[in-house]
């Protein structure tokens, strides 16, 4: 069992940077990939970003790449997304995930094991 507990969301003006975090419980968590995807409203959840916890590698959305930053501090278990240049388009609530399928970076949702309870990002124009 892991839990997932974001933090660091809020209301930003466009241009500007926010850093969300994820707190997992589990030692194991070098055991799963790790993910963020967000969920505007009346909209689909969409992947965002995603790391291989025990490599480091990562993988983007196009929509965030070269503004966005996935990584993860193993000494603190938690997961981190460094998001700069953020405009009114990144609003949406934003989720951390554990996934189980190691052989490839997953980016669809039901390829999550554990998910956060969310945290709110809002992107004032």
């Known amino acids: 069992q892991v839990q997932l507990v974001e933090s660091g969301g809020g209301l930003v003006q466009a241009g500007g940077s926010l850093r969300l975090s994820c707190a997992a419980s589990a030692r194991t968590i070098s055991s799963y990939n790790m993910g963020w995807f967000r969920q505007a409203p009346g909209k689909e959840r969409e992947f965002v970003a995603a790391i291989r916890w025990s490599r480091g590698s990562t993988y983007y959305a196009d929509s965030v790449k070269g503004r966005f930053t996935i990584s993860r501090d193993s000494a603190k278990n938690t997961l981190y997304l460094q998001m700069n240049s953020l405009k009114p388009e990144d609003t949406a609530v934003y989720y951390c995930?554990?996934?189980?399928?190691?052989?490839?970076?997953?980016?669809?949702?039901?390829?999550?094991?554990?998910w956060g309870q969310g945290t709110q990002v809002t992107v004032s124009s």
């Open positions: 995930a554990a996934s189980s399928v190691l052989g490839t970076i997953a980016t669809i949702p039901r390829a999550y094991d554990y």
